[in-house]
């Protein structure tokens, strides 16, 4: 079974920092492209962070300079680094790639989810 799964999530305070991890597992050779999105309280899900395969990124404004999206090929872990977390922040976070499976085909998978609370 492929699956992406989130974890990292949790509490923190204004200022402080966390560090999410999406691991890919199952019969897959690799991530291509990957991203972090996130679902805050009564709003829609938005993109936050992407990777390309090359390592390329892009950030939402809203995270510029504070969230780092990073990765590891031979792991096929995609990493979030988030600092300075403001309230704003609060949200479910999501692990989306394209996964090169072993039975062929490149496909899109979401994890489950991570919660992340900012708050004093």
């Known amino acids: 079974q492929v699956q992406l799964v989130e974890s990292g999530g949790g509490l923190v305070q204004p200022g402080e920092s966390l560090t999410l991890s999406c691991a890919a597992s199952?019969?897959?050779?690799?991530?291509?492209?990957a991203g972090w999105h996130r679902q805050g309280p009564g709003k829609q899900r938005e993109l936050v962070a992407t990777?390309?395969?090359?390592?390329?990124?892009n950030y939402a404004d809203s995270v510029k300079g504070r969230f780092t999206i990073s990765r590891d090929n031979a792991k096929n872990m995609v990493y979030l680094q988030m600092n300075s977390l403001k309230p704003e922040d609060t949200a479910v976070y999501y692990c989306?790639?394209?996964?090169?499976?072993?039975?062929?085909?490149?496909?899109?998978?979401w994890g489950q989810g991570t919660q992340v609370t900012v708050s004093s």
């Open positions: 990777i390309s395969s090359g390592g390329n990124t």
């Open positions: 989306n790639a394209e996964l090169w499976r072993t039975w062929g085909g490149l496909h899109n998978y």
């Open positions: 199952g019969s897959i050779l690799s991530v291509n492209n």
